[in-house]
Every structure is written in C-alpha cells, then in structure tokens.
C-alpha cells in the first residue's frame, strides 16, 4: 500500500524558518518524481516545487523561489522541504504528492500524504 | 505561466442530477489535464488524467473531455459521496497549476 506521511508543520514567527518531511513507502521511491503542494486555510491548491527522482531536476513555484529548497534522500525514502524567510502568506496545509513515471501519467499527482500544517504568526 | 479559468466556483444540485464543470487554458496544453476530488479535511484524490482517462477504481459516472484550451468534467448521475471540491490541474508545463476549484453542495 503507498503511503506518504507528512511531519514537520508547526507554528513559526514571520521570518522564521522550517523544515518539512514526508516519508514514503508501500513503492519504489527512487522511481518517482515527488512534490510539494500547499492549501492555505478555505483556499485552493497551489503547486509548490517538484523533484525529479534522481534531484537532476527540480522546479519552484514564484511565490517560494529562492526561499523554499526542496530534496529527497532515495535511501531513506524521504522527501523533504526548507522553508526559510517565512511569511504570514505561507501558512497553509502541506501536501507531498507523488508524480508515476509512466508517460501517460506524468506530471499528475496520483498519491498525496494527509498534510502538515504550518503556520506563521507573531 | 499557463493560467486556468475553472468554472463555475459552486454549484448547488441534488442527487441525480447531471453537472458539468469547465476548465479554460490561457495557452494550448495538448491533453495535459488532470481532474481531482478534495472532500473537507482530506487529501485531493486523482480522478482522471489525459483530459479524459479514468483513474484506476474511479466510477464510470465521472467523465472528462476536451483538448487544448477547452476542458469539462461531468458527473453523470450525482451521488450523495460526490458532494466534494473539484479542481483542474495542468501538466504541461512548469509551474504545475491548478484551477480555483468548484465546491459541489447539495441543493
């Protein structure tokens, strides 16, 4: 059974900084191609980074560039994401989901974890 | 940046019914859409990808169509565990994008 399991949200002031994982099991991990999203509070989804399975590629959203680094550790089937300089604007339920490698289904996101929550305030 | 139109943002029907939900592209993305399902509290869950593809265990009532800018979701016959948000995504291009969402109360 895939599993993806978030950890790591919390409360932190504005210009703080967090550090959130996402551990994987139940598939190949090394295999695919991982993400982050966010869902700030009664709002939509917001696409946030994503890694490709061996890190050569990685991708950010504008809003995170620059302040959020996304990696991954394939020998512990973890996923994880910094996030330094934060703001108010970042509060939101992190999801990592994971992109299959199939041509026909990449870059869907065909499993998500139950979120972490993060929140910035003073 | 590929911006997406989702509309309508809510729609109030009962259970039956047949609803239809619209998903327009600033720019041409193939068939690269993706339609997934978020009730409260949970996880989005993929429906169906390739515009039209039915994920695996997903019920034949959900349906998607269209190419290029144009995009629809239709819910055939509305069952009362189909009340839920419903949002488009593309990949076709970085950044990924998604669309505003459509919450799907009961009327």
């Known amino acids: 059974e895939v599993q993806l399991v978030e950890s790591g949200g919390g409360l932190v002031k504005p210009g703080g900084s967090l550090r959130l994982s996402c551990a994987a099991s139940g598939f190949t991990f090394s295999s695919y191609s991982m993400n982050w999203v966010r869902q700030a509070p009664g709002k939509g989804l917001e696409w946030v980074s994503s890694i490709s399975s061996s890190s050569s590629y990685i991708y950010y959203a504008d809003s995170v560039k620059g302040r959020f680094t996304i990696s991954r550790d394939n020998a512990k089937n973890s996923l994880y994401l910094q996030m330094n300089s934060l703001r108010a604007e970042d509060t939101a339920v992190y999801y990592c989901?994971?992109?299959?490698?199939?041509?026909?289904?990449?870059?869907?996101?065909?499993?998500w974890g139950q979120g972490t929550l993060v929140t910035v305030s003073s | 940046v590929i911006w997406m139109t989702q509309s309508p943002s809510l729609l109030s029907a009962s259970t039956g019914d047949r609803v239809t939900i619209s998903c327009r592209m600033s720019?041409?993305?193939?068939?690269?859409l993706a339609w997934y399902q978020q009730k409260p509290g949970k996880a989005p869950e993929l429906l169906i990808y390739?515009?039209?593809t039915l994920q695996s265990g997903v019920p034949s009532r959900f349906s998607g169509s269209g190419s290029g800018t144009d995009f629809t979701l239709t819910i055939s016959c509305l069952q009362s565990e189909d009340f839920a948000t419903y949002y488009c995504q593309q990949y076709y291009s970085f950044p990924r994008t998604f669309g505003q969402g459509t919450k799907v109360e009961i009327k």
């Open positions: 390739a515009a039209s």
């Open positions: 720019q041409g993305i193939s068939s690269y």
């Open positions: 989901a994971r992109d299959p490698p199939e041509v026909a289904v990449a870059g869907t996101l065909d499993y």
